[in-house]
């Protein structure tokens, strides 16, 4: 984000209607929306958010680092760039965090969560959807025979041994 940029928030109600939060950007990077009685979809490219007791049902970060959003309602997270989360008592559904490196998921509907796996140290998640569960590892969702293979054409011996195994471990929490 250069200089000249300037850091937006925009709030998508229910109902459609879109309102701007950049009032809300602190530090020209940081959103705070604590106890703002919002509710909808947040759209922000703010490096740092801050979003505890809200209505807020939705996040789309893209630039965020930093996302501390606990006590909302927030069902899906797209995260592209967080490093650290924490959105814990939230009916979390859906997450795209590819390179979360620390995160807190307390108190959620989603409790399959995996740390430092592989290389990157990636954090991982595995949904149950109808008698399937699925794997989210960085940009991509898998079966576990597929994550296996995914696994296998990248690392080789106990890497890969160790990454399977957080896999499986994701997986049964999620069964």
Excluded at 62 to 79: G, H, R
Excluded at 100 to 108: G, I, K, L, M
Excluded at 133 to 158: D, M, P, Q, R, V
Aim: aromatic share 8%; hydrophobic share 35%; net charge neutral.
């Amino acid at each position: 984000m250069g200089v000249q940029e300037k850091y937006y928030a925009t709030l998508i109600t229910p109902e459609g209607k879109e309102i701007d939060l950049s009032s809300n950007i602190r530090y020209d990077y940081e959103l705070h929306l604590d106890k703002s009685n919002i509710k909808g979809k947040v759209i922000s490219n703010a490096v740092v958010v801050f979003c505890r007791m809200n209505q807020i049902t939705s996040l789309d970060l893209p630039n965020a680092e930093k996302v501390n959003c606990v006590c909302n309602e927030i069902t899906s997270l797209n995260l592209p760039n967080a490093i650290k989360v924490n959105c814990s008592s939230n009916p979390i559904k859906s997450l795209k965090l590819p390179k979360a490196r620390f995160v807190s998921f307390t108190e959620t509907s989603l409790n399959a969560i995996v740390t430092d796996c592989g290389e990157f140290k990636r954090t991982i998640w595995s949904q149950k959807v109808g008698d399937n569960i699925y794997t989210y590892i960085g940009c991509g969702c898998f079966t576990l025979e597929k994550a296996i293979e995914a696994i296998n054409e990248k690392y080789s011996g106990k890497e890969a041994e160790d990454y399977i195994n957080k896999v499986k471990q994701s997986q049964s929490l999620a069964e």
